[in-house]
C-alpha cells in the first residue's frame, strides 16, 4: 500500500516563498500532484507532475509562481511556492497514481496524504 506524508506548512506572509514535501513509501506511482482546499470551497488542482519523465502541469492561478519537482532517490515530491498570494491560503495535499498520462481531476488519484495546511497573511 502506497502512504504519502506531506510536510513544510506554515504561516507566512504574502510575497514569501515556502516549500512543501512529500515522501512516499510503499510502492512507486506513475504520477504526482499538489491539491488545495480552502475553507468552504472544493479541492481543486495545483500541479503535478509524471514520476519518469518529468512532464508538469499547472493550474493557471499558480503557473510562473509554483514549481513541482521530485527527488527519485529520496522518493519525494516537492512543490516550491513562490510570491505567495493570501488567496493560496488553503490545506495542501500531496496525491498519486498508477494510470497513464496526466491527470488533473481529483478522483484520477488513488492516494492521499494528510494534508499540511499552508496559511499567507497579507
Known amino acids: 500500500q502506497g502512504q504519502l506524508v506531506e510536510s513544510g506548512g506554515g504561516l507566512v506572509q504574502a510575497g514569501d516563498s515556502l516549500r512543501l514535501s512529500c515522501t512516499t513509501s510503499?510502492?512507486?506511482?506513475?504520477?504526482m500532484g499538489w491539491f488545495r482546499q480552502a475553507p468552504g470551497k472544493e479541492r481543486e488542482f495545483v500541479a503535478t507532475?509524471?514520476?519518469?519523465?518529468?512532464?508538469?502541469a499547472y493550474a493557471d492561478s499558480v503557473k510562473g509562481r509554483f514549481t513541482i519537482s521530485r527527488d527519485s532517490a529520496k522518493n519525494t515530491l516537492y512543490l516550491q511556492m513562490n510570491t505567495l498570494k493570501p488567496e493560496d491560503t488553503a490545506v495542501y495535499y500531496c496525491?498519486?497514481?498508477?494510470?497513464?498520462?496526466?491527470?488533473?481531476?481529483?478522483?484520477?488519484?488513488?492516494?492521499w496524504g494528510q494534508g499540511t495546511q499552508v496559511t499567507v497573511s497579507s
Open positions: 507532475i509524471i514520476w519518469s519523465g518529468g512532464y508538469t
Open positions: 496525491a498519486a497514481h498508477t494510470r497513464f498520462g496526466i491527470r488533473t481531476s481529483a478522483t484520477s488519484f488513488e492516494y
Open positions: 510503499g510502492r512507486s506511482f506513475s504520477s
